[in-house]
């Protein structure tokens, strides 16, 4: 079973500063993963996905992250924060493995950006 | 591209009644998904289409809930002889997908319907 753990959920940064939200995953064999973010009222839009490749991956709106085996983790980052990154922010992952389609969420992290 | 829409935006039933929702997809993706989200929590899968093919359901998704996409283009979910515990936000994706399964799909969300049981 695979399972994705969101540590924080609540993230606040000063505007300019460094964005960090950790996700940290369980599986049996690496899967892929997502970053989704969630403006309110909205409907949830893909930020960046690993697959395979390159274990840095580069997303929209200047985020990005970095697939870890060993950590298991799949940290989203930003160099410099805009209150426009104010949302709710989901990791995800899904088999890469076995004949089954069942993504797993985290349950969110919530970016606030201060003036 | 008109985006993935859903309707209602917001339902309120009583206890026991049954409820529908629509989902109209991106016009040609193929592939169909219905999740629910409640407060606090990451969205759960709950069922998804490939084409008018229904090839996975969670056990999320009991006996009183349907989900059908009869020709393939829109579909509909719905929950018989709701419980309070129904109440949730209903959030419906689409994607265009080439290979056989959807895992690496790139997910097009719709704002969701919110449903209460009163």
């Known amino acids: 079973a695979q399972s994705v753990t969101q540590l924080g959920s609540h993230v606040s940064v000063s505007e300019g500063a460094l964005v960090l939200l950790r996700c940290n995953y369980s599986?049996?064999?690496?899967?892929?993963l997502f970053w989704y973010v969630q403006y309110p009222n909205q409907g949830l839009q893909l930020l960046l996905k690993y697959t395979t490749g390159a274990t840095l991956v580069k997303g929209i709106n200047g985020f990005e992250a970095e697939f870890k085996k060993s950590e298991t983790s799949f940290h989203l980052t930003k160099p410099s924060a805009h209150m426009s990154d104010a949302a709710e922010y989901f990791c995800?992952?899904?088999?890469?493995?076995?004949?089954?389609?069942?993504?797993?969420f985290g349950r969110g992290t919530s970016l606030i950006v201060h003036p | 591209d008109t985006g993935v829409s859903q309707n209602p935006r917001h339902k309120i039933t009583k206890r026991g009644q049954n409820v529908t929702f629509r989902c109209d997809p991106i016009s040609e993706h193929n592939r169909l998904y219905w999740y629910r989200q409640t407060l606090g929590q990451g969205p759960e899968f709950l069922t998804y289409?490939?084409?008018?093919?229904?090839?996975?359901k969670s056990r999320l998704l009991s006996d009183r809930f349907s989900a059908e996409r009869p020709k393939g283009s829109f579909s509909t979910l719905e929950i018989q002889r709701t419980e309070q515990g129904d109440s949730a936000m209903y959030l419906c994706?689409?994607?265009?997908?080439?290979?056989?399964?959807?895992?690496?799909?790139?997910?097009?969300f719709g704002p969701g319907t919110r449903l209460t049981v009163l």
């Open positions: 289409f490939q084409n008018e093919a229904q090839l996975e």
């Open positions: 994706a689409s994607s265009l997908g080439a290979s056989g399964r959807p895992n690496t799909d790139t997910q097009y």
């Open positions: 599986s049996s064999v690496p899967p892929y």
């Open positions: 995800a992952v899904s088999p890469s493995s076995g004949g089954s389609y069942i993504p797993t």
